[in-house]
């Protein structure tokens, strides 16, 4: 069975793929719920900037094993917003930080996997890696929108990455971030791919085998 | 009581999103809801639910947030000489604390009332029909799904963890997990079909003449 077809020879396909990205999405949300709140909760105040791209890229990987399984348009939107509901719903207030955040990472890797067409090794690591590196922007996004404005949103970015680098120099600070945003989006991807593929031939295999 | 609950949810995303509410319109928001809280049908479990709330996990930050605004907000000029804490910051840290007494309070009246499964009913009604069809689904299946991603984790751990080629431990682990949660949700399949799920409106079980 190939990468991208094990939906479509069986019956019943559209409800399959949604059961699929309902069930990826729900780990994501859970995910958030549980390790984003320990993260956020257990690192020390100047490694803010981290956790960010560290959930980000723990989801994406979810996500992204996710779309082997439901490989249609918007399956990864529907993911994200399943994971965002289940933030909602969850324990904690609605903050709308990871909540966007959420609906930006799984809006900006289905970008990537819709304009590639076939998925591939390179677009899983493009499309996470580009999602992750997003998680740098969306504080600028949130200062739009709650009129915070952009400068105190860079120099906060600035002095929290500074903090954590320790470093000055604004450039720096931001290529070594943007550095580690795409290292670690790119190690999601490259993960999701290869567990994605991995769990298709294990799952061919069996499906394959005659019944006792 | 539909329009008593809408208002008390619009009263605590206005709680959210505003985190300078303050003054007299805090303290007719928190009438409100607890108004809303003792007139509800459900009085007896948003009662229940309030007492759920005296906790010291909860009750500690009411109690400190005040104590820590007079020590820490204001200005040391409005201070009155020999006085520790300073009267704005022990008002601003009152309201804070009010505040999260409001949407403790709100959020229990809400959740006595409004399942999950409302919600997901809510997202269908407003044409999400995936969305909320997924919602429902992502409930149910989610204590499964943690399971058998609990269970690959436990099997990992036992053959020494992540500690030898942790890359290849970290795949493997994912592939199980995924395998389970593959499985589980074939099994999801079949019921939903069971159900008609899936199938043309007219072939439903259920909708024929009887």
């Known amino acids: 069975m190939s990468s991208h077809t094990l939906g479509k020879e069986r019956p019943g396909r559209r409800i399959r793929e949604l059961i699929y990205a309902a069930l990826f999405g729900a780990l994501w949300g859970a995910l958030e719920i549980t390790v984003g709140s320990y993260l956020h909760t257990l690192l020390p ?40 509901l289940l933030k909602v719903i969850g324990p904690g207030t609605v903050r709308w930080g990871p909540l966007l955040g959420i609906l930006i990472e799984a809006g900006s890797a289905e970008l990537v996997l819709l304009l590639a067409r076939r998925p591939r090794r390179v677009t899983y690591v493009i499309a996470a890696a580009l999602a992750v590196a997003s998680t740098l922007g969306q504080r600028f996004l949130l ?19 500074g903090k954590m680098v320790g470093l000055t120099w604004a450039a720096a600070i931001l290529g070594i971030l943007l550095a580690v945003n795409l290292a670690l989006g790119a190690l999601a991807g490259e993960l999701a791919w290869e567990v994605g593929r991995g769990a298709e031939r294990r799952l061919a295999r069996r499906w394959e085998e005659p019944a006792p | 009581m539909k329009w008593p609950l809408l208002s008390l ?57 005040p104590l820590l605004g007079g020590l820490f907000l204001g200005t040391p000029g409005d201070r009155p000489a020999g006085a520790p804490l300073s009267p704005a910051g022990l008002l601003t840290g009152t309201w804070l604390a009010l505040r999260l007494l409001a949407l403790f309070l709100a959020g229990a009246v809400l959740t006595a009332h409004v ?96």
């Not at chain 1, 900037?49 to 560290?54: A, D, R, S």
């Not at chain 1, 709650?146 to 949103?153: D, K, P, R, S």
């Open chain 2, 115 to 210: 399942s999950p499964y409302t919600v997901a009913r809510a997202l269908e009604r407003l044409g999400l029909h995936g969305l909320g069809f997924a919602l429902g689904l992502a409930l149910n299946a989610l204590p499964g799904a943690l399971r058998a991603v609990s269970e690959s984790w436990q099997a990992l751990r036992l053959r020494g963890g992540l500690r030898h080629s942790w890359w290849r431990g970290l795949r493997l682990f994912l592939i199980n997990a995924t395998v389970r949660v593959v499985c589980q949700g074939e099994e999801t399949l079949l019921a939903a079909q069971l159900r008609g799920h899936g199938l043309p409106e007219r072939t439903r079980p259920g909708r024929g003449r009887a």
């Open chain 1, 45 to 84: 105040p100047g490694t803010a900037p981290l956790v960010g791209p560290v959930m980000a890229a723990i989801g994406l990987t979810v996500a992204l094993i996710g779309r082997h399984f439901a490989p249609y348009r918007g399956s990864l939107l529907l993911m994200g917003a399943v994971a965002a």
């Open chain 2, 9 to 65: 949810g619009l009263l605590l995303l206005s709680l959210t999103v505003v985190p300078w509410l303050a003054g007299l319109p805090l303290l007719a928001a928190l009438a409100v809801i607890v108004g809303v809280g003792l007139a509800t049908p459900q009085r007896a479990a948003v009662r229940r639910s309030w007492r759920g709330l005296l906790r010291l996990p909860l009750l500690l930050p009411l109690v400190l947030l």
């Open chain 1, 143 to 161: 200062a739009l929108i709650f009129a915070e404005g952009l400068g105190t949103a860079w120099r906060g970015l600035i002095y929290e990455g």
